[in-house]
């Protein structure tokens, strides 16, 4: 939840099993409210203990730390055990746990047997007992938050992990410059060339809100696309991009469609950003373009010694099952995204006909590795360019596994688009596609883009829109 305003009475908050098991740490994040935890969430934490997946590993952290509160008070449990010792003076609730029957009459249409149903009997008779404070109840379950809305209860959802409460507002990575800009910013500009790039320094009030490595674009009669590359106060230093849209600079025969695609080539080929994230709907680009940047600095510059890619198995974090074969081999039907990118990559004019693209098409596999995530804690990677896929199924916590695998001269990639999540108790506010978006803005050696315009075919923009 987020921090509220101190009012008495403080509220009561009754924790569903769900909210425990998507963050062990929820305990700590109630301010002044005391936390209720009914029996019966202990034993469903108790039921999904067993495993290595993610939600078995939060289950065990939670009963730690529910562990942990109650040896750090010598306070009886049925009155409450204070946060704070615990919390490291973060929350100054109490823990309530149940300690005793706790009845109330139900609607006779819900089965009293079902465990959603218990825990919305228990925050009725805690309504009953504590007329003065506020009883809510707290789950990531919609619909256990319909069902008590429809008993008169009050429920809420879990807001705590969420990095934005709207993700209209998530930087895009692009800024559209207004026509009045320069006469604010250029008045004192200096221009000047270097390594075949123009580079501009400006100084105004709209300068404090630039991010570093943030895309600038104007239309007009002399269109401008520029990066922040230096910001300083009320100082920025802009310089012009490459042009990947130009036949002659193209990437392992790849040029850029539209204006973020190459901004996009921009992130991905330069070798002082070592974090690039790229959003966008299916059809942008996003795996081609990343690919093609990819082969091109491991076969032609050197840069990087192989491509590693992995993504989300779902469901997240669970075993890759009974497939047979290699680790790489168990990871192939997952990976039918590389694949289709590969054949538009390994086409060319002159390509020695079916043979020819055989062995093209060997060879750039050969320098791409794929790796499942379940493996991943542990490793580090040296001069490797690593793509993480599909990355909104990922939690924060899983994305930081990730990302700090990265060894030196490892640059790495996430792609992902945030209007398409499969996993449980994961929105697009609390993905860690966004989180590692909104954390990593405006870092010197990490660059976002989200990506606006499909480019796949007429057939594919046309039911984009009409279906």
Not at 19 to 37: G, K, N, Q, R, S
Not at 294 to 316: D, F
Not at 450 to 461: I, K, N, P, V, Y
Request: aromatic content about 6%; proline content about 4%; charged content about 25%.
């Amino acid at each position: 939840m987020a921090t509220r305003k101190k009012s008495r009475p403080d509220k009561l908050f009754v924790l569903d099993t769900n909210v425990l098991l998507h963050d062990p740490t929820c305990l700590f994040h109630f301010a002044e409210h005391d936390v209720f935890i009914p029996i019966i969430t202990l034993e469903e934490l108790d039921m999904h203990k067993t495993g290595m997946s993610e939600v078995a590993r939060n289950a065990r952290q939670t009963s730690r730390f529910i562990d942990e509160i109650l040896k750090s008070s010598p306070a009886r449990i049925e009155s409450g055990i204070p946060l704070a010792p615990a919390s490291h003076e973060q929350a100054s609730g109490r823990l309530i746990l149940q300690t005793q029957a706790i009845h109330s009459v139900l609607p006779g249409s819900m089965p009293v047997g079902k465990a959603d149903n218990q825990i919305l009997g228990i925050v009725m008779a805690l309504k009953e007992l504590h007329p003065d404070r506020g009883v809510i109840l707290v789950s990531k379950d919609i619909n256990m938050r319909i069902k008590a809305r429809a008993l008169g209860l009050d429920a809420e959802d879990y807001f705590n992990d969420k990095v934005l409460e709207d993700t209209d507002l998530l930087y895009s990575g692009a800024r559209e410059l207004d026509e009045a800009f320069w006469e604010r910013n250029g008045r004192e500009i200096e221009s000047w060339a270097e390594h075949g790039r123009n580079h501009y320094r400006i100084e105004g009030p709209d300068v404090p809100a630039l991010y570093l490595n943030q895309l600038l674009w104007q239309e007009g009669a002399s269109p401008l696309t520029v990066r922040v590359v230096a910001q300083q106060g009320r100082q920025a230093t802009l310089q012009t991009l490459k042009d990947y849209g130009h036949a002659k600079n193209n990437v392992f025969g790849i040029t850029a469609r539209n204006r973020e695609q190459n901004f996009a080539l921009n992130l991905l080929l330069d070798p002082e950003v070592d974090f690039v994230s790229l959003l966008g709907q299916a059809g942008t680009g996003k795996t081609l373009l990343t690919l093609a940047a990819g082969l091109s600095q491991v076969l032609e510059s050197k840069r990087y010694n192989e491509i590693i890619m992995t993504r989300v198995t779902i469901p997240v974090g669970e075993d890759i099952g009974f497939l047979p074969g290699t680790e790489e081999e168990k990871m192939a039907p997952w990976m039918g995204a590389l694949e289709d990118n590969l054949e538009v990559l390994g086409k060319s004019e002159d390509d020695g006909g079916d043979w020819g693209r055989a062995a093209t098409g060997d060879f750039l596999r050969s320098r791409i590795r794929v790796k499942s995530l379940n493996f991943m804690r542990g490793r580090t990677f040296q001069d490797k360019f690593l793509i993480i896929d599909e990355a909104q199924n990922l939690t924060p916590k899983q994305m930081k596994t990730l990302i700090t695998r990265a060894g030196p001269g490892t640059k790495v990639v996430c792609l992902g688009n945030i209007a398409q999540i499969d996993t449980p108790y994961l929105s697009e506010g609390s993905s860690g596609l966004t989180y590692v978006v909104d954390r990593f803005k405006g870092w010197a050696h990490g660059g976002h883009i989200t990506l606006q315009r499909g480019e796949r075919s007429r057939l594919a923009d046309f039911a984009a829109d009409a279906l």
